[in-house]
């Protein structure tokens, strides 16, 4: 990933005793779209119908979710970081992971 997917919101009017904010990004695990190649990974079949169903979206449970959705929330971060470094401001972003 080289820009995110979406417009940097305008941080230029922070006051300078700036602000604290909590962002909890567990619901945007179903919004890491798979990449079509990948979804032939991503399949089960369904036993009731006995159907092949394969996910679109990054599977909650699934044992290597959290280490994808830990990788593009970091690489999300550090360039949301960097654009916000080349525009001067003093913002400073920080990741935790909590597994439950």
Not at 32 to 42: D, G, H, K, S
Not at 62 to 72: D, G, K, N, T, V
């Amino acid at each position: 990933m080289q820009q995110l997917p979406c417009k940097l919101p305008n941080l230029a009017n922070l006051t300078q005793y700036g602000y604290l904010g909590k962002r909890d990004l567990a619901s945007g695990f179903h919004h890491c779209v798979l990449a079509p190649e990948a979804r032939r990974f991503m399949a089960f079949r369904n036993p009731a119908m006995g159907a092949l169903q394969r996910y679109v979206a990054l599977p909650f449970g699934a044992s290597q979710s959290l280490a994808i959705f830990c990788e593009l929330t970091a690489a999300a971060t550090t360039i949301f970081q960097s654009q916000c470094d080349r525009r001067g401001l003093q913002v400073r972003i920080l990741r935790t992971a909590t597994t439950s």
